[in-house]
């Protein structure tokens, strides 16, 4: 057998010793991985998986990753590749159709802080949901998206548009009074780096306000058996508490000044996964199907911490 073979046979299922499938923590640098998850994980849709993926938990910051070989390469992001995989449009109109609705959920996060006459930016805006939602309030907009197929259209709006931080920064370093990122760090290769790259966009006093899948999510509790082959997913590659995305904040030199939980299901989602060990959506059941139950549902979850989303805002400190 070839040395090639045998380190195929030896890594087959991927090993946290591997600095292939586990390079240093991208968050704090420490190479000691713990796995916490060997199994399939979802690619794509619901019933769509990839077996033998091993997600595992650094030792330093406690931020949880998906092995490298089971992980989606960034270059998914800058086509439609990315929108494909999920099963959703890959156009302006179809995400728009898809997000405008999703957006009330942020503006209720960002209140009472007011957007009025500031720099705003969004980093991994995609069609730009959200921002017009707030642009009528902001001085000026940077729309911050790799997905070229949406350039044409933010432009149109008025909004500066980049492609990655990076570039932004050229034109754009210290300027920005709010920036915004929602459900962008979990796929990034160097969560700390992303947020290192925010910040040097930032003004001094300026704030970030991130959403990411909370892994705390009441269900993975419940559930230990079949909804972390659903949760866990080869679009990302990080999972993080409350607590390690604060520590990622701190290592890019922001300061974690309020975490709020967000639930977006009813308690028919729950119910359906502990009978149909599958996702219901937003579909009712019969005598359950009442706001009034539902609201208490997520305002207990996000109070006790198991709802599905953490929303943390971060201030970049003065000089
Ligand atoms: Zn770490």
Redesign the pocket.
């Known amino acids: 057998m070839s040395i090639a073979a045998l380190g195929q046979t030896m890594f087959d299922l991927p090993d946290t010793r591997d600095p292939a499938a586990f390079p240093d923590?991208?968050?704090?640098?420490?190479q000691a991985w713990i796995p916490v998850y060997e199994g399939p994980v979802r690619d794509g849709g619901f019933g769509h998986s990839r077996r033998g993926a091993t997600v595992a938990e650094?030792?330093?910051?406690?931020?949880r990753r998906l092995d490298e070989r089971s992980c989606h390469d960034d270059a998914v992001y800058t086509d439609e590749t990315y929108r494909e995989i999920l099963g959703e449009k890959t156009d302006t109109n179809g995400f728009h159709a898809a997000h405008d609705p999703l957006q009330l959920e942020r503006l209720n996060v960002v209140n009472p802080m007011t957007l009025r006459g500031k720099v705003v930016a969004d980093v991994g805006c995609a069609a730009g949901s959200f921002l017009d939602f707030v642009s009528g309030l902001a001085r000026s907009v940077i729309a911050i998206e790799p997905g070229k197929p949406y350039h044409d259209s933010l432009a149109r709006r008025g909004f500066h548009v980049y492609d990655f931080t990076r570039h932004a920064l050229d034109d754009c370093a210290g300027a920005v009074e709010h920036a915004f990122s929602f459900q962008v760090i979990e796929h990034v290769a160097e969560p700390a780096t992303f947020l290192t790259e925010i910040a040097a966009l930032m003004a001094p006093g300026g704030r970030l306000t991130l959403s990411t899948p909370n892994r705390g999510d009441l269900l993975m509790e419940l559930l230990p058996e079949d909804y972390p082959p659903f949760f866990y997913r080869c679009v990302h590659r990080w999972y993080f508490s409350a607590d390690?995305l604060a520590?990622c904040g701190r290592a890019a030199g922001l300061v974690p000044v309020e975490t709020r939980y967000v639930h977006r299901f009813g308690v028919a989602n729950t119910l359906r996964w502990l009978r149909e060990r599958a996702p219901g959506g937003r579909d009712p059941l019969p005598g359950l199907d009442d706001p009034a139950l539902d609201s208490v549902w997520r305002d207990t979850l996000a109070r006790e911490g198991g709802a599905d989303t953490i929303y943390m805002t971060f201030e970049k400190p003065l000089p």
Do not use: D
């Not at 650094?58 to 931020?63: A, D, E």
């Open positions: 923590c991208a968050v704090c640098g420490q650094c030792m330093g910051c406690g931020v390690s520590r």
